[in-house]
């Protein structure tokens, strides 16, 4: 199995700053032929399902706002918050999609400072 | 504007078969990959295992003995059934949808369900 670990395990972060998560998968996630990236993020809000952000590491999904953004390739992924703003205080969890089983990260915490 | 509904029980006793279905409204059924996934009490995700519209199913392993999973297309929903569950099994169990940026069955998760906390306890 990839095992997916994330860093920090909670952040707390003024209102207006950036936050930054990182997630590391015990092995490749970059499938050669098509040279995608099987990672994505989504953000869980409390009593609510997760919400998809980014997929192929770095794709924003419809609708999710710009100050979101996702990088990295092969084993090591970031997720940015540009300007945090009080709606963001969630979980935030890296998902691999690229074999079975498929895994989640443990999940960032993060808050308002 | 796709989303999905489930429902099933949500108290059971050690032993017995779990048993969700998940419903499919405002989208197209076909041509996507169906999720199970759950969520322990104050934990993390777990994928259970996906269907596809035609019944062409990838199981989790650590579950795969446990699990069955099985597709109505006509009516646009899909279930999930764990049998001889445990304490362990106590969880919010979510379906959702793979996809469409997928491959094959490789996909991010784009629509979940509200999520059925599911207790098992004697």
């Known amino acids: 199995d990839i095992v997916m670990t994330q860093s920090p395990d909670s952040l707390s972060v003024s209102l207006g700053e950036r936050a930054t998560i990182n997630c590391k998968s015990s092995?490749?996630?970059?499938?050669?032929?098509?040279?995608?990236?099987?990672l994505a993020w989504y953000q869980q809000k409390p009593g609510q399902p997760p919400k998809l952000l980014v997929y192929w590491a770095s794709t924003r999904e419809s609708g999710v706002p710009d100050r979101f953004s996702g990088s990295g390739s092969g084993t090591d992924f970031t997720l940015t918050i540009s300007s945090l703003q009080a709606e963001d205080v969630a979980v935030y969890y890296c998902?691999?999609?690229?074999?079975?089983?498929?895994?989640f990260g443990p999940g960032t915490k993060v808050d308002i400072k | 504007q796709v989303q999905l509904q489930q429902w099933g029980a949500g108290l059971l006793k050690p032993s017995e078969t779990l048993s969700l279905t998940c419903g499919v409204y405002g989208g197209s059924f076909s041509g996507y990959y169906w999720t199970w996934i759950r969520q322990p009490p104050g934990k993390g995700l777990e994928w259970i295992g996906e269907?596809?519209?035609?019944?062409?199913?990838i199981y989790n392993p650590s579950l795969k003995s446990r699990l069955t999973m099985a597709v109505d297309a006509s009516k646009k929903q899909f279930s999930l059934k764990l049998k001889s569950v445990t304490a362990a099994d106590t969880a919010v169990y979510y379906c959702?949808?793979?996809?469409?940026?997928?491959?094959?069955?490789?996909?991010?998760?784009?629509?979940w369900g509200q999520g059925t906390l599911v207790t098992v306890s004697s």
């Open positions: 959702a949808r793979g996809g469409p940026y997928c491959t094959g069955g490789n996909c991010p998760f784009d629509y």
């Open positions: 092995q490749s996630v970059l499938y050669s032929s098509n040279n995608k990236n099987y």
């Open positions: 998902h691999q999609y690229y074999s079975v089983p498929f895994t």
């Open positions: 269907i596809n519209d035609s019944g062409s199913t």
